[in-house]
C-alpha cells in the first residue's frame, strides 16, 4: 500500500466498487469489494458489509491517518465523520507477510527469534500486527496469527527490506516463498 496501479486503474475500480455497492443497497457504511482488474475491465470477486482485510486498519492509519474503524463506529452510530484525504502522494510504501503456526510460531516461541523480533519492532524496522496467541487453542488449518511489514520510500526498497527480515526471522522457506508473493509489488 498504496497502490501501484495507475490513476486511471484505480479510478475506474473505485467507480465500479461504488456502483456495485449501490446497485445491492449499501451506502452508509465501510465496505469490502475485491475486483480482479483484467483487460476487459474490473471483475467483481465478492462484497463484504464490513472492513476489509487484517492489516487494513492499520496501514490506512499509519500511511494517511485514517481510522476506519473509528469512522465505522461513527457511521454506525448515525454521526457522519468529516474526513479529510490527504491529496498529495505519501512519502512510503508498506509491504508485508502473514505469518502462519505450522511454519512461523517459532518466531514467538524459540527466545533468539522472539527477541530478534522485538528489537525489530522497538527499533521500528518493522511493525508486527498479531492476531492469534500461539498459546490458544489454534484453528486446524494455517489461519495467520500475524503480519510483519516493512516500510520503504520505494518499492523496490520496500521489497528488500522485507526480504532480508522475511531471512533473518527464517519466514521465507521452500514451502513459503515471500519472493513469489511480493513480485508483483
Known sequence: MPSFLSEDKQA?????????????????????VDFKLTENGPKLLEINSRMGGYCIRDWLRKLYGIDIMLYSLMITSGIYP??????????????????????????????SLRNLLYSMIEKEEIFFLEFLNLSENL??????FGNITVSGSTSQEAKLKLMEVCRVLDID???YQVEQFIQNF
Not at 475506474?12 to 469490502?32: H, K, M, V, W
Open 82 to 111: 468529516y474526513i479529510v484525504l490527504r491529496t498529495h502522494p505519501v512519502d512510503k510504501i508498506l509491504i508485508g507477510v502473514m505469518v502462519i503456526p505450522s511454519l512461523h510460531a517459532k518466531i514467538l516461541k524459540e527466545e
Open 173 to 175: 522457506q521452500p514451502d
Open 12 to 32: 475506474r475500480l473505485i467507480e465500479a466498487a461504488y456502483r456495485c455497492c449501490l446497485q445491492i443497497g449499501l451506502s452508509d457504511g465501510t465496505f469490502n
Open 139 to 144: 484453528p486446524p488449518y494455517d489461519k495467520p
